[in-house]
């Protein structure tokens, strides 16, 4: 196999809480690789740690264990943080006005981090800009603008904008499309896409909108509590899931359809995700099981390959991706029933 | 403990006439000195008693200015309305503040995206639920204390007789909306005006908010106005749809009608733009352009500048058909388009 663009081995990020008498441990024990030119989703609920790998990823903190490595060189150890920006992975976050300079036009939040790396001249620099805009879809006459004159959407692919001028091979989007409405989030999803095409650019999308993360990602990881407890090809993790959190996931997102063709056995998870301070022992996931055994109290599940590229962490993963009912009836669940 | 009868004795109870019936509703804001703008524009429709009625449409279209402006909720001095709202046969529009104020709580309630804009931060989830249920009810502290607690199991919080003495923001996110539904529905509204109330919400605790509010409706008859823009929510909870754009109704049908076949461009738009877990590949088709400003409405179909259909006749204004099917729809061209629904 050829080496992955990127590459996240064991890392671990604890936060020490409640006046440093407490650790957290945010992401325990996370690895994976993405490929150039490729989309991984990341999903989880709040709380799960979906941001903190971003900002790893982005050496925005210090990581406490495992390795990041791009093109096969080792760019984060947790003795050695990486330079911010320096390797090829960019950020937008869901507030599109948090990165932009309410005082400043947008010509100039664009042309300001170009002016940091020293690329170009005055004139070069703000062609490079507008070139930019012009592919994100952003009518050149906007530069000349303060961003409160503009709309969430627009600022959104600013924000993109600014990324790209600093030609990443990967750009994180972090709730990227959360605050905004389904039509300019149908714009900026279809914007990733262009985007893959044209320039080969890699993807990390992290959201809780599974329908989202299904839609512009090759591959899916679902995270609760600090781990991954699935990953597989989109199409996998839709159809034959091996893990109850990943089925209740699903089950639990309401799809815009006509009350015949709605899950009439919707799984409504009960409970809420417990705090990473003290994680459940075994699996992490226990407390809120529908299926969960002594095992799952005394051992925790081993992350498995159930088919090529397919993972997951379930004791029961066999029986969860044939379809076992997870809300204690002997009727077999067919995720592919609602059509 | 003696039983309280919710039931208000006043009320008709006339099942011929709906609950709520709005009117050529519009909504003024001031702006500037001697200006303001229309930001809802004739808003007309009627809910049934324990009727479940959904308002979508993109941010800025009007819905929660509409749904403060049914509980004289609008911030005084800068917005006042225009049109007749008639709850129970009687107008709001026309009531006294303290008639309001009997009104509110009592037989129309409204709960939040956000629970910290309804919990007072400096009483206790228990002082809070008292304090509604003395105000609408003849009843003792303790009597009010041991409702409150019920109210709190009623709506799944657990060891409610601890969390009557918690302050709001000891409460996680799913916990402080579900305090914030028990006070709303203390004393069984017969209206319940939800605006976003899952919008902040992780998809698993947005099911079970799902699930106890369709749950508390249907078991008491209450009616209710979902706002949300999310059509997946709507599609779950609401029995009928209202689609709103740049202040106005363009359409009003059953839910699953408009899934099937919607009537107007906007809300054919709307349903196509929403990603679905089934389909992948495909381009997501989106509406082009923005919503206008309230200061810069088209002045014919305020939809005209955006729609793939337009053509001569659309630069007229558009006033609300209604169909022999029912169907309410804003659109000249209703019954010459076969527009996408949710599976075509
Ligand atoms: N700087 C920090 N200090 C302490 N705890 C933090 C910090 N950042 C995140 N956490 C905790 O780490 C966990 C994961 O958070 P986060 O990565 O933001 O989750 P997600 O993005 O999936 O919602 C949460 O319990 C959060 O409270
Ligand atoms: N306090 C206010 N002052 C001035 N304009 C307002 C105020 N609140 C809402 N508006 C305007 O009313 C319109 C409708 O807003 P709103 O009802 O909040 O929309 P929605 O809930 O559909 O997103 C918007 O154009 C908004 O800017
Ligand atoms: S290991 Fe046990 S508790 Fe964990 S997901 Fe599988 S069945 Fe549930
Ligand atoms: S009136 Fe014309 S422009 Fe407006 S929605 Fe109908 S077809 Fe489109
Ligand atoms: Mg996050
Ligand atoms: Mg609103």
């Not at chain 2, 202040?247 to 054919?268: A, N, R």
Request: glycine share 8%; aromatic share 4%.
């Amino acid at each position: 196999m050829s080496t992955p663009l990127l590459s996240v081995k064991d890392m671990r990020i604890t936060f020490h809480v409640n006046g440093g008498r407490d650790q957290l441990h945010a992401v325990d024990g996370v690895s994976f690789d993405l490929a150039s030119g490729e989309s991984l989703g990341i999903i989880g609920e709040s709380g799960s740690g979906k941001s903190t790998i971003a900002r790893a990823v982005l050496s925005l903190l210090r990581i406490t264990r495992g390795e990041i490595t791009m093109e096969g060189k080792t760019i984060v150890t947790p003795q050695s943080p990486g330079k911010p920006g320096n390797y090829g992975v960019q950020i937008i976050f869901q507030d599109p006005h948090a990165a932009l300079n309410p005082r400043s036009k947008i010509i100039r939040s664009l042309v300001e981090p170009l002016e940091i790396q020293g690329k170009g001249n005055a004139s070069s620099r703000r062609d490079m800009a507008l070139e930019m805009l012009a592919k994100v879809g952003i009518n050149r006459a906007l530069a000349d603008r303060y961003p409160h004159e503009l709309s969430g959407g627009q600022k959104q692919r600013i924000n993109i904008a600014r990324a790209l001028l600093l030609r990443p091979k990967i750009l994180v989007a972090d709730e990227a499309t959360a605050a905004l409405d389904v039509s300019i989030q149908a714009d900026i999803l279809n914007l990733y896409k262009d985007l893959q095409d044209e320039f080969g650019l890699s993807f990390i999308v992290i959201t809780h909108d599974l329908a989202v993360a299904s839609y512009v990602s090759d591959r899916i990881a679902v995270m609760y509590l600090g781990r991954f407890v699935e990953l597989g090809p989109s199409a996998t993790l839709a159809t034959k899931s091996a893990h109850p959190y990943t089925r209740a996931l699903m089950s639990a997102e309401p799809e815009a359809l006509p009350r015949r063709l709605q899950k009439q056995d919707r799984l409504v998870l009960r409970g809420e995700i417990p705090s990473p301070v003290t994680p459940p022992s075994g699996c992490r996931f226990r407390t809120r099981c529908p299926i969960a055994t002594d095992l799952c109290a005394a051992e925790a599940p081993p992350w498995r390959e159930m088919s090529p590229g397919h993972y997951s962490a379930c004791h029961f993963a066999e029986e969860v991706m044939a379809g076992k009912p997870l809300d204690g009836s002997d009727k077999p669940q067919n995720l592919e029933s609602v059509k | 403990m003696k039983p309280v009868s919710y039931r208000d004795p006043s009320l008709t109870d006339n099942a011929a006439q709906p609950l709520l019936s709005v009117s050529d509703l519009s909504v003024y804001f001031r702006a500037g000195r001697k200006s303001s703008n229309r930001v809802v524009d004739n808003v007309t429709f009627d809910v049934a008693r324990g009727e479940t009625v959904g308002l979508v449409g993109e941010s800025g279209s009007g819905k929660t200015v509409t749904g403060l402006s049914l509980l004289g909720l609008l911030p005084e001095g800068i917005a006042w309305t225009e049109g007749q709202i008639g709850f129970d046969g009687k107008d709001i529009g026309k009531m006294s503040e303290s008639e309001m104020r009997r009104l509110r709580g009592r037989h129309i309630s409204m709960i939040f995206q956000e629970p910290m804009t309804a919990l007072d931060p400096v009483f206790t989830i228990g002082e809070q639920l008292t304090e509604t249920l003395r105000t609408h009810f003849p009843m003792s502290k303790r009597e009010a204390r041991e409702r409150a607690i019920t109210a709190l199991e009623d709506v799944g919080i657990p060891l409610p007789h601890k969390r009557v003495e918690e302050y709001p923001h000891h409460l996680s996110g799913g916990m402080r909306q579900r305090a914030m539904i028990a006070i709303a529905l203390a004393c069984e509204p017969d209206l319940l005006i939800a605006d976003e109330p899952t919008t902040a919400l992780d998809v698993t605790i947005q099911a079970q908010i799902i699930d106890l509010i369709m749950k508390i409706v249907s078991d008491r008859n209450t009616a209710l106005i979902f706002i949300s823009h999310n059509l997946g929510v709507v599609s779950q909870v609401c029995d009928r749809m209202i689609t709103m754009y740049a202040g106005q109704v363009v359409e009003d049908s059953v839910t699953d009608e408009v899934l099937e076949q919607p009537l107007h461009p906007y809300s054919s738009g709307l349903l196509a733009s929403v990603p679905r877990k089934s389909v992948s590949s495909s381009r997501l088709p989106s509406i082009p352009g923005r919503v206008p400003s309230p200061d810069a409405m088209p002045p014919g179909c305020r939809f005209e500048p955006r729609c793939t259909f337009a053509q001569a006749g659309c630069e007229a204004a558009q006033v609300l058909h209604r169909r022999a099917d029912g169907r309410v729809v804003r659109c000249h061209r209703h019954d010459q388009l076969t527009l996408k629904g949710a599976l075509t």
